[in-house]
């Protein structure tokens, strides 16, 4: 059964960085897309990133281009989101969920399942 767990969420100051992670269990993510989404206070949730099954593939959303990096390792079983330069408007609950696959703009979950996520919090 499929379990997702986000961690690495925190309160930190604009321009202060985080790495999240998502670990798998009951589930092998290796040979799958997976993506981080996030939920701002009051908005829907939206992907942010994708990451495609072999890893060479990866998309950003226009907002985090260029301050989000996310990578995976299949032998850990999970996928990272390196946050860096953060901003009021990143704050939100993340999660990270198993895709159909990792194309620019589609974030299209495999199974209907969140995890709980981890909160990031930008203030000063």
């Known amino acids: 059964q499929l379990q997702l767990v986000e961690s690495g969420g925190g309160l930190v100051q604009p321009g202060g960085s985080l790495r999240l992670s998502c670990a798998a269990s009951?589930?092998?993510?290796?040979?799958?897309?997976i993506g981080w989404f996030r939920q701002a206070p009051g908005k829907e949730r939206v992907g942010v990133s994708c990451?495609?099954?072999?890893?060479?593939?990866?998309f950003y959303a226009d907002s985090v281009k260029g301050r989000f990096t996310i990578s995976r390792d299949n032998a850990k079983n999970t996928v990272a989101l390196q946050i860096n330069s953060l901003k009021f408007a990143d704050t939100a609950i993340y999660y990270c969920?198993?895709?159909?696959?990792?194309?620019?703009?589609?974030?299209?979950?495999?199974?209907?399942?969140w995890g709980q996520g981890t909160q990031v919090t930008v203030s000063s």
């Open positions: 969920a198993v895709l159909y696959a990792c194309y620019s703009g589609t974030y299209d979950r495999l199974y209907d399942y």
């Open positions: 009951g589930f092998t993510l290796d040979g799958y897309a």
């Open positions: 990451i495609g099954s072999s890893g060479d593939t990866t």
